[in-house]
């Protein structure tokens, strides 16, 4: 089943810079579409970013593109999301999964297997 695991959220200013990190286990990772998605209280998920290990292209939510660039590290199992230029509504917890929905909202079970924790991005003065 697959597994994720997220980190490297935390309190930014605003035009500041955070890089997520998503270690993935449990699927064939070198083969399978990752997709960043973040959520606000009382919303569903929202898809940020994708990339797609078939060719190596990649999707940004409109807002964020210029800012937010998705990349992987097949060796290290992990996928990052490079946030610069932050702005205080990109404030949400942060989501990595083996889909791709980018500027879509998902519910919970548009996995088959758990979500995992997030990582908290906060953007304030």
């Known amino acids: 089943q697959a597994q994720f695991v997220e980190s490297g959220g935390g309190l930014v200013q605003p035009g500041g810079s955070l890089r997520l990190s998503c270690v993935a286990s449990?699927?064939?990772?070198?083969?399978?579409?990752i997709g960043w998605f973040r959520q606000v209280p009382g919303k569903l998920r929202e898809g940020v970013a994708c990339?797609?290990?078939?060719?190596?292209?990649?999707d940004v939510l409109p807002s964020a593109k210029g800012r937010f660039i998705i990349s992987s590290d097949n060796a290290k199992k992990t996928v990052y999301l490079q946030m610069n230029n932050l702005k205080p509504e990109d404030t949400a917890r942060y989501y990595c999964?083996?889909?791709?929905?980018?500027?879509?909202?998902?519910?919970?079970?548009?996995?088959?297997?758990?979500w995992g924790q997030g990582t908290q991005v906060t953007v304030s003065e």
């Open positions: 449990g699927f064939s990772f070198d083969h399978t579409a």
């Open positions: 990339i797609k290990k078939s060719d190596g292209s990649t």
């Open positions: 999964a083996d889909i791709c929905a980018t500027g879509m909202e998902v519910p919970d079970s548009a996995l088959y297997g758990a």
